[in-house]
């Protein structure tokens, strides 16, 4: 997915299996990443650089860090 998930048609995200997320602070962007399974305000707490990566069919979810 991208930086602004909301902007994504519904059918395209319907179909994604894996989702990374960088820090996301607007309301409807954190809305669609949990959606899909994604701890929105653990996604609006990372800092800079780091990720929250999940799986959207096990849900797995692996944490990590750019630079």
Do not use: H, W
Not at 40 to 67: E, H, I, T
């Amino acid at each position: 997915m991208c930086q602004m998930p909301n902007k994504l048609p519904e059918a395209i995200t319907n179909e994604a299996t894996e989702l990374v997320c960088f820090s996301l602070q607007g309301a409807n962007g954190l809305d669609r990443v949990a959606d899909k399974g994604a701890d929105s305000d653990a996604v609006a707490a990372l800092p800079k650089g780091s990720f929250l990566a999940y799986n959207c069919d096990s849900g797995g979810q692996l944490a990590g860090r750019l630079f």
